[in-house]
């Protein structure tokens, strides 16, 4: 799967897709992730309202053969969560960049998107190191 040039990815694999004015923005993990972990079973994420900090583990993905944390990779206000991809997590799968989104934050320092990666530089990091996950 092609890595969408419009979002910013984080070291840990997680992506997040800032709204037109850097107010909002939505966060998921990748789909590279996604088939690192495979047949996944369970989803534990924030409740509406909880701050979650850069860098921070703010949740975990877990599957039949590993947990893994959710890092946080900008800091913000929770303001949704997909309370459907809780219920059905095959939509990781299927669109991990979509329908497959976690959280949705209020951004709070909009220059820490800085510091994450654009799709060309998270691609190459999968490429020279691919057992990161």
Partial sequence: MKMPQDLKYSEHDEW?????????????????AVEA???LVF????????????????GEIESVKAVADL???MTGEVV?????????LSMLKK?????????????????EADKLMKADAYALRLKSN???H
């Avoid at 989803?43 to 850069?54: A, N, R, S, T």
């Avoid at 997909?82 to 219920?87: E, G, K, Y």
């Avoid at 934050?105 to 220059?111: D, G, S």
């Fill in 16 to 32: 997040i897709r800032l709204d037109a004015d850097g107010i909002h923005a939505w966060v998921g993990i990748t789909a590279p």
């Fill in 37 to 39: 972990l495979s047949d």
């Fill in 43 to 58: 989803l534990d994420l924030p409740e509406v309202g909880k701050e979650i900090q850069q860098g921070e583990v703010f």
């Fill in 71 to 73: 890092y946080a990779p």
């Fill in 80 to 88: 949704g969560r997909n309370d459907a991809l809780i219920d059905d």
């Fill in 95 to 111: 669109d991990p960049y979509g329908d497959g989104w976690m959280l949705k934050i209020r951004v709070e320092k909009r220059i």
């Fill in 130 to 132: 691919p057992d990161h």
